[in-house]
């Protein structure tokens, strides 16, 4: 049995949901993945729980997002008991990632989008970003490989990555329809506690105030990123600076802010999750 079809199982109750809830305006299914990596420690994983299952409860809740297409995983550790909730689908591994993509995902084949949220941990070689799963690192260009499988359908995507030294995913994501976010630059590490870029922008998408930079009622990807992007600089005050990172004009250089001079926001000031 699949995964979505497990998932079917449990959330039957939703297909009301999933009939009136499902497609955008533009007639188009919405799926979204969202991944939190190896914490390390109690307090990292609250953090990591708390983003991202907030994250799903904002998809759900406020964008309509329904539980079947949101592939949730999770890594839990003994003393940060999170798999057993009911909106997890497993645990966060890189064996358990790879299928979301290579599998699951490959069975849509009507008009969708995709976003994609990872919260974590990460490190860097020379030449690229590294995401931290429960037992194995995420490899930028393995990132690729599998956004690069993916079917046709998927004319919009949307891949935000909170790990600290995540901006070459940036670069090798980056194509026509994708808007890829980073919280940082890839030589950047995180500091002696986590940047709130994460939470940030879980919060811009729910509508704290202060996110809706144009007062049209909306908040797009880019007004999210713009409202994360101000804060880690607030909170960057007296650490080492992250520059958070978009790229959305298909081109694989990234910048720091948006619209730029490279080009890049525009796409992501106008793309909505409803």
């Known amino acids: 049995m699949s995964m979505r079809q497990r998932k079917f199982i449990g959330f039957a109750l939703c297909a009301i949901t999933l009939f009136f809830g499902a497609l955008s305006v533009y007639g188009q299914e919405r799926y979204a993945v969202i991944v939190a990596g190896n914490p390390h420690d ?10 991202t299952s907030g994250i799903y409860d904002v998809l759900v ?10 592939y949730f995983l999770f890594y839990d550790r003994g003393d940060c008991h999170h798999v ?6 497993m645990i966060a591994t890189k064996q358990n990632i790879r299928p979301v993509f290579e599998e699951e995902l490959l069975q849509v084949r009507s008009p969708a989008t995709l976003f994609c949220f990872f919260v974590g941990l990460g ?3 020379l030449s690229n970003s590294l995401f931290e799963t429960g037992n194995a690192f995420l490899q930028d260009y393995l990132m690729a490989t599998m956004k690069e499988g993916l079917p046709a359908c998927f004319t919009e995507q949307t891949y935000v990555f909170t790990q600290p030294h995540s901006g070459r995913f940036a670069k090798t994501l980056s194509g026509a329809g994708t808007v890829v976010i980073t919280s940082s630059l890839m030589e950047e590490g995180n500091n002696s506690d986590l940047s709130p870029f994460a939470r940030l922008f879980r919060d811009g998408l729910d509508h704290v105030a202060g996110a809706d930079a144009n007062g049209d009622g909306r908040v797009s990807i880019g007004e999210a990123y713009l409202y994360a992007l101000q804060g ?16 959305d004009n ?4 990234s910048s720091y802010g948006i619209p730029s001079s490279a080009g890049d926001g525009t796409v992501a000031l106008d793309r909505y999750l409803n």
Do not use: K, L, M
């Open 42 to 51: 109690t307090s990292n994983c609250e953090q990591f729980w708390a983003v």
């Open 61 to 70: 809740n406020r964008y309509g997002y329904t539980a079947e297409n949101i």
């Open 84 to 89: 057993d909730d009911p909106r997890v689908d």
């Open 123 to 125: 490190n860097a070689t």
């Open 232 to 247: 880690v600089a607030e909170w960057s005050e007296g650490r080492a600076a992250e520059h958070p990172q978009i790229d």
């Open 250 to 253: 298909g081109d694989g250089a």
